[in-house]
Nanobody
Framework: QVQLQESGGGSVQAGGSLRLSCAASVTRYTFSTFSMGWFRQAPGKEREGVAAIDNHGSPTYADSVKGRFTISKDNAETTLYLQMNSLKAEDTAMYYC??????????????????WGQGTQVTVSS
């Protein structure tokens, strides 16, 4: 059973930074085959894809976070990261990481991901 555990959320003022982590309970080899993503959901809103990275390390970003967020994947540590800079109030949401060992057609849509974490809250005050 694959388990994903997010951490690093918190409260920050607008313009600040946070780094989210997602630790996976799999072997390094299995982790290296994963495509993974970060998703978020604010109260009353639909879940949206924020950033994704495939098993070759190629990233995809939502337009709303391009230039501010960076996704990275450390296969040796079996951990996914999301560095978030220049945070805005509209970034406030519960952030989830997701993973799959299969082909991802639409990286920022959740339908292709099989494993999900429990989420970590990010609150940005203006």
């Amino acid at each position: 059973q694959v388990q994903l555990q997010e951490s690093g959320g918190g409260s920050v003022q607008a313009g600040g930074s946070l780094r989210l982590s997602c630790a996976a309970s799999v072997t390094r080899y299995t982790f290296s085959t994963f495509s993974m993503g970060w998703f978020r959901q604010a109260p009353g809103k639909e879940r949206e894809g924020v950033a994704a990275i495939d098993n070759h390390g190629s990233p995809t970003y939502a337009d709303s976070v391009k230039g501010r967020f960076t996704i990275s994947k450390d296969n040796a540590e079996t951990t996914l990261y999301l560095q978030m800079n220049s945070l805005k109030a509209e970034d406030t949401a519960m952030y989830y990481c997701a993973a799959t060992g299969t082909v991802v057609v639409w990286p920022l849509e959740g339908r292709d991901y099989h494993y999900w974490g429990q989420g970590t809250q990010v609150t940005v005050s203006s």
